[in-house]
């Protein structure tokens, strides 16, 4: 079993930036892909980013040349740096692994971004 630990949202105004980490633990040889997904009040989880085992990324179209998503396999750990951030940008952010054996997914992290 993976296990997911995020960190780093918060309160930023718009055009400011935030950089968001999610550590995996446990089973870490059975990832396949990881990522990041946002969910607002009264809409459903939406993709944001995800990054491969072997580092291909793809991105949501809304956050294409704002956000990067990267990873440290030393530290199992995955980051989204996101700039220019807008005020449609909030959201409660969810780390997501793709693992052997399933989905795994982080508590969640607040992000707001005032206007």
């Known amino acids: 079993q993976v296990q997911l630990v995020e960190s780093g949202g918060g309160l930023v105004q718009a055009g400011g930036s935030l950089r968001l980490s999610c550590a995996a633990s446990?089973?870490?040889?059975?990832?396949?892909?990881m990522g990041w997904y946002c969910q607002a009040p009264g809409n459903q989880r939406e993709l944001v980013a995800t990054?491969?085992?072997?580092?291909?990324?793809t991105y949501a179209d809304s956050v294409k040349g704002r956000f990067t998503i990267s990873r440290d396999n030393a530290k199992n750990t995955v980051y989204l740096q996101m700039n220019n951030l807008k005020p449609e940008d909030t959201a409660v952010y969810y780390c997501?692994?793709?693992?052997?054996?399933?989905?795994?997914w982080g508590q969640g992290t607040q992000v707001t971004v005032s206007s």
């Open positions: 446990g089973s870490i040889f059975s990832l396949i892909s």
């Open positions: 997501n692994a793709r693992t052997v054996s399933g989905a795994v």
């Open positions: 990054i491969t085992n072997g580092g291909a990324t």
